[in-house]
C-alpha cells in the first residue's frame, strides 16, 4: 500500500474501460494505489479484448487506426485522471501516465508535438507524458517539462540512462513554475529473466541482477536531491512459480519512490505483512555484485543496450498489432 511516511507511492499498473470506471476507483478510495500507470503493450491488450470500446469504435468507423486508438485511450486516460484528481490536489501524486507513439522513439520533435497534443485532448493537469529514455528522447522529456507537463521517463535500463533523464528533466523544470514532476522509470525483471539461465550455469546467485542494477539505479538518482524527480521501479512482475509475485515490490521498497505493478501483484502485496524498507543499498555491496558479474565474462553495457532493444521492439509490435486490428 501507499506509505506516505517514507514517501513510498504505489501505481497501478493497467488500464480497461471497465476497470477504470468500477474496481479503480475502490482501490483509490482505500488509499492502496495513489496513481496508475499505462504502456503500448497495456492498451493493446485491453482495446483488442475488451467489450467495452466496441460502442465508441462503433462511431469512429471513418477514423485512421491512428486516430481510432487516441480517441479510446484518451478517454481511458481522461476518466483515470479525473477518478485520480482529488490525490493530485493534496500533493499525493494522482498521476496517469499516457505514452508517445513508440514509433518517435528515435524523433525528437515529434515526441514534443505528439505530447502537447494528448496532454491538451485529454485536459487533466494529472497527467504524464511517457517517453522512451533514448537519445532523441531526453531533449524531448526537457522540452515538454519546460512547457508544464509532468513526463515519465520509461525504458531505462542503464544508469547512463538514468543520469541523462536527471540532467533532461532537471533542466526542464527550470524554465517553467508550474507544478511538474518527473519520474524514471527503471525496469527490473526483464534482466533475470534474460540472464538468469547464464547465471545459474557460473554458480552465480539468480533473481538478483534486476535488483541490484534498480538499486544502483535508485542511488543515482537520488543523488540529485531534487524532490520532484523520483525512481519509478517498473516491470516488476515474476515469471514462474520460484518467486512469489510481490518479490521485486518487497526487495525495492525505498523512501522517495513509486513502484508500478500489475493487479496481480498488488493483489498478493496486500496479503504480506508490511516490511522495512530495503533501500538504499549501499554503493559498495552494489558495485560488488556487478564486479563479480565482470568477473565471470558478463558485460553489463551489452546486455542494457540488448534490453532497451528489445523494449523498443515490443513496444512497437504492440503498437503496430493493436493499430493493425483497428483497421
Given at each position: 500500500?501507499?506509505?506516505?511516511?517514507?514517501?513510498?507511492?504505489?501505481?497501478?499498473?493497467?488500464?480497461?474501460?471497465?476497470?477504470?470506471?468500477?474496481?479503480?476507483?475502490?482501490?483509490?478510495?482505500?488509499?492502496?494505489?495513489?496513481?496508475?500507470?499505462?504502456?503500448?503493450?497495456?492498451?493493446a491488450?485491453?482495446?483488442?479484448?475488451?467489450?467495452?470500446?466496441?460502442?465508441?469504435?462503433?462511431?469512429l468507423?471513418?477514423?485512421?487506426?491512428?486516430?481510432?486508438?487516441?480517441?479510446?485511450?484518451?478517454?481511458?486516460i481522461?476518466?483515470a485522471?479525473?477518478?485520480?484528481?482529488?490525490?493530485?490536489?493534496?500533493?499525493?501524486?494522482?498521476?496517469?501516465?499516457?505514452?508517445?507513439?513508440?514509433?518517435l522513439?528515435?524523433?525528437?520533435q515529434?515526441t514534443?508535438?505528439e505530447?502537447k497534443?494528448?496532454?491538451?485532448?485529454?485536459?487533466?493537469?494529472?497527467?504524464?507524458?511517457?517517453v522512451?529514455?533514448?537519445?532523441?528522447?531526453?531533449?524531448?522529456?526537457?522540452?515538454?517539462?519546460?512547457?508544464?507537463?509532468?513526463?515519465?521517463?520509461?525504458?531505462?535500463?542503464?544508469?547512463?540512462?538514468?543520469?541523462?533523464c536527471?540532467?533532461?528533466?532537471e533542466?526542464?523544470?527550470?524554465?517553467?513554475?508550474?507544478?511538474?514532476?518527473?519520474?524514471?522509470?527503471?525496469?527490473?525483471?526483464?534482466?533475470?529473466?534474460?540472464?538468469?539461465?547464464d547465471?545459474?550455469?557460473?554458480?552465480?546467485?539468480?533473481?538478483?541482477?534486476?535488483?541490484?542494477?534498480?538499486a544502483k539505479?535508485?542511488?543515482?538518482?537520488?543523488?540529485s536531491?531534487?524532490?520532484?524527480?523520483r525512481?519509478?521501479?517498473?516491470s516488476?512482475?515474476?515469471?514462474?512459480?520460484?518467486?512469489?509475485?510481490?518479490?521485486?515490490?518487497?526487495?525495492?521498497l525505498?523512501?522517495?519512490?513509486?513502484?508500478?505493478?500489475?493487479?496481480?501483484?498488488?493483489?498478493?502485496?496486500l496479503?504480506?505483512?508490511?516490511?522495512?524498507?530495503?533501500?538504499p543499498?549501499?554503493?559498495?555491496?552494489?558495485?560488488?555484485?556487478?564486479?563479480?558479474?565482470?568477473?565471470n565474462?558478463?558485460?553489463?553495457?551489452?546486455?542494457?543496450?540488448?534490453?532497451?532493444?528489445?523494449?523498443?521492439?515490443?513496444?512497437?509490435?504492440?503498437?503496430?498489432?493493436?493499430?493493425?486490428?483497428?483497421?
Amino acid at each position: 500500500m501507499v506509505d506516505r511516511e517514507i514517501g513510498f507511492s504505489l501505481w497501478l499498473d493497467f488500464v480497461e474501460r471497465d476497470y477504470l470506471k468500477n474496481e479503480f476507483g475502490t482501490l483509490i478510495k482505500n488509499g492502496i494505489i495513489n496513481g496508475a500507470t499505462s504502456n503500448p503493450a497495456i492498451f493493446a491488450s485491453a482495446i483488442t479484448t475488451s467489450p467495452a470500446y466496441k460502442e465508441q469504435l462503433e462511431s469512429l468507423a471513418d477514423k485512421s487506426p491512428k486516430e481510432k486508438y487516441e480517441a479510446l485511450a484518451i478517454e481511458d486516460i481522461k476518466t483515470a485522471a479525473q477518478a485520480l484528481r482529488p490525490l493530485y490536489d493534496e500533493g499525493n501524486d494522482g498521476y496517469i501516465s499516457i505514452e508517445v507513439d513508440p514509433f518517435l522513439s528515435n524523433d525528437t520533435q515529434g515526441t514534443i508535438e505528439e505530447g502537447k497534443r494528448l496532454f491538451a485532448a485529454i485536459g487533466e493537469p494529472n497527467v504524464m507524458v511517457k517517453v522512451p529514455a533514448t537519445n532523441a528522447g531526453y531533449d524531448a522529456m526537457g522540452a515538454l517539462l519546460a512547457e508544464g507537463i509532468s513526463v515519465n521517463a520509461t525504458l531505462i535500463f542503464s544508469p547512463t540512462q538514468a543520469q541523462r533523464c536527471v540532467k533532461a528533466m532537471e533542466k526542464g523544470m527550470e524554465q517553467t513554475d508550474k507544478k511538474v514532476d518527473g519520474v524514471i522509470s527503471v525496469f527490473v525483471s526483464r534482466f533475470d529473466r534474460m540472464l538468469d539461465d547464464d547465471l545459474a550455469q557460473n554458480g552465480i546467485d539468480t533473481n538478483l541482477t534486476g535488483i541490484y542494477n534498480a538499486a544502483k539505479v535508485y542511488n543515482l538518482i537520488e543523488k540529485s536531491q531534487n524532490p520532484h524527480i523520483r525512481t519509478l521501479f517498473a516491470s516488476t512482475g515474476v515469471k514462474g512459480d520460484d518467486l512469489p509475485p510481490y518479490h521485486y515490490m518487497r526487495e525495492l521498497l525505498a523512501p522517495h519512490s513509486v513502484n508500478t505493478a500489475p493487479l496481480a501483484t498488488i493483489e498478493s502485496w496486500l496479503k504480506v505483512k508490511p516490511t522495512p524498507p530495503k533501500l538504499p543499498m549501499e554503493d559498495a555491496v552494489i558495485n560488488g555484485y556487478f564486479t563479480k558479474l565482470s568477473d565471470n565474462g558478463f558485460d553489463m553495457d551489452a546486455v542494457y543496450d540488448t534490453l532497451l532493444n528489445e523494449g523498443l521492439e515490443a513496444f512497437e509490435k504492440a503498437f503496430a498489432q493493436m493499430l493493425e486490428s483497428l483497421k
